[in-house]
DNA sequence: GCAATAGTGTCTGTAAGACAGTATATT
DNA sequence: AATATACTGTCTTACAGACACTATTGC
């Protein structure tokens, strides 16, 4: 057992003050790959369910930095961009089937009964993130415990309310979309503009006119265009471009409009 | 003691199990009164010191439903239009000279030390809410607890982060107001047209120009004129409004834009 | 040459923004 | 008549939305 599994272990056993009980953070990672909006979901060692990249946050510590080092224990990424954009605490949300007594005793070693605060309410403090695909080592995590990218429209059975959560997070970045820029942690450094509109058009989920799109990047000067194009394509090849940063991130300060 | 008092004497004295403990809802309550915006605030009979109106979660409820109680029971609001809009987590935020533990041993009669979860950390889940200035009586309220509107520009000092959740809330207030109709909850129900326009120009802290502000929400079909005149003002006498409810709904729902 | 996709220019309609004069009550 | 505020119409400008043709590569 490492440190911090054994703490954890205390926290559920011991009732170590290690970590605060009755709350949790959970993590929506969007990412973007071939023209889909995907979210990275973990299969615990534990539990034969899918569920968000979440846990539990320690005494110490913020409910941002819980949801960072969660993301950086379990999937590998680090310095992503946090929104906290809901908590779900409604009574009963946090039961499942597949966490009961028996379960966890078997788990731990040890009698656990109904009396648990993991069988009383726990809410969860929500976040989405969003991370470029290729970032993500989808075999290196927690040991034992497998991490995948779903697309947004066919995601698995889930644990909790995981599923409504992701809808929550999905309303909550359609909204941010219209008053922030968005890419720069989805897409690759350089980018070509069918990408950055199919990106776009994933999110929003409905198709954008080309024309009027490039025209509002270009307007707002939000990308520029690089002196290089992508080949072997096997048609005409498209250019490159990136984000110019300081209009980027004053965009994110300022807020803007897109549509 | 009422049966609430002593259900949270016990939560804080015996560690009960009636409420979640190391988390609170605090709720930002907005008022309109004499074109200034206002927050609601509570001198508490224990604390010497201006706070929001918050409190603890009960086990059976969600965090609304507790943010709604908790109004209820402190200034005499109901059916609050309660929005979540921030949860505060820094460590340390809830630390506040004015609560140590030699007050709470005196308050409660019985010895209290560091080691109690309150000085351990403490999220606040926030809320804010909208309200018309005449509903609230302030003086009915607790026992020996005194509530107090007080405009947004001069607070006095409060307690914890108090005062910075009341920053939070106005910014997050001010995004919504660019998508969301606001007004139905802080007017009365018959308003001018000059009111409602220096309504919006104090929460956005700047001016608007009244022909543009009138043709928009004409155009959408928002406010409509009742046949009737504000008189003995000294001068040409406004025209009084309401609001197009189905309209107002509807544009709750679906989003608009203003300015 | 054909297939496939990239890239861009123009027109139109709507609405935001700037601006000032008329209207109607009280005193 | 003077004062104070309510109310509204027009012009200009900017941008969103609709639309279709040319460009460039691989095969």
Same mark, same amino acid.
């Given at each position: 057992?490492?440190? /911090?599994?054994?703490?954890?272990?205390?926290?559920?056993?011991? &009732?170590?003050?290690?970590?605060?009980?009755?709350?949790?953070?959970?993590?929506?990672? =969007?990412?973007?790959?071939?023209?889909?909006?995907?979210?990275?979901?973990?299969?615990?060692?534990? =539990?034969?369910?899918?569920?968000?990249? &979440? &846990?539990?946050?320690?005494?110490?510590?913020?409910?941002?930095?819980?949801?960072?080092?969660?993301?950086?224990?379990?999937?590998?990424?680090?310095?992503?961009?946090?929104?906290? $954009?809901?908590?779900?605490?409604?009574?009963?949300?946090?039961?499942?089937?597949?966490?009961?007594?028996?379960?966890? /005793?078997?788990?731990?070693?040890?009698?656990?009964?109904?009396?648990?605060?993991?069988?009383?309410?726990?809410? /969860?403090?929500?976040?989405?993130?969003?991370?470029? =695909? /290729?970032?993500?080592?989808?075999?290196?995590?927690?040991?034992?415990?497998?991490?995948?990218?779903?697309?947004?429209?066919?995601?698995?059975?889930?644990?909790?309310?995981?599923?409504?959560?992701?809808?929550?997070?999905?309303?909550?970045?359609?909204?941010?979309?219209?008053?922030?820029?968005?890419?720069?942690?989805?897409?690759?450094?350089?980018?070509?503009?069918?990408?950055?509109?199919?990106?776009?058009?994933?999110?929003?989920?409905?198709?954008?006119?080309?024309?009027?799109?490039?025209?509002?990047?270009?307007?707002?000067?939000?990308?520029?265009?690089?002196?290089?194009?992508?080949?072997?394509?096997?048609?005409?090849?498209?250019?490159?471009?990136? $984000?110019?940063?300081?209009?980027?991130?004053?965009?994110?300060?300022?807020?803007? $409009?897109? $549509?």
């Amino acid at each position: 057992m490492t440190d /911090s599994e054994k703490e954890l272990f205390e926290f559920y056993t011991k &009732g170590s003050k290690k970590y605060l009980s009755n709350m949790a953070v959970d993590n929506v990672i =969007f990412g973007y790959h071939e023209k889909e909006l995907k979210v990275l979901l973990v299969l615990s060692q534990h =539990f034969p369910v899918w569920m968000l990249p &979440g &846990g539990y946050i320690k005494s110490s510590e913020s409910a941002e930095d819980a949801t960072a080092r969660v993301a950086r224990e379990r999937t590998g990424l680090d310095n992503l961009f946090l929104q906290q $954009f809901k908590v779900f605490s409604t009574p009963g949300r946090n039961l499942d089937p597949h966490v009961t007594p028996e379960v966890l /005793s078997k788990l731990w070693g040890q009698k656990v009964d109904q009396s648990h605060w993991m069988f009383g309410p726990v809410i /969860s403090i929500s976040f989405y993130t969003l991370t470029e =695909f /290729s970032k993500v080592n989808t075999d290196s995590s927690y040991p034992g415990e497998k991490c995948q990218w779903w697309d947004i429209g066919s995601l698995p059975e889930m644990f909790q309310d995981h599923k409504q959560i992701i809808s929550e997070a999905l309303k909550a970045l359609r909204l941010h979309i219209y008053h922030y820029p968005i890419g720069y942690e989805l897409l690759p450094e350089k980018f070509t503009l069918p990408e950055i509109r199919a990106l776009y058009e994933s999110i929003l989920g409905k198709q954008l006119d080309d024309r009027n799109f490039t025209r509002k990047l270009m307007s707002l000067n939000l990308i520029k265009k690089v002196n290089e194009i992508k080949t072997g394509v096997g048609h005409r090849p498209p250019n490159l471009y990136t $984000f110019n940063m300081d209009v980027y991130r004053n965009a994110l300060e300022e807020g803007i $409009f897109i $549509f």
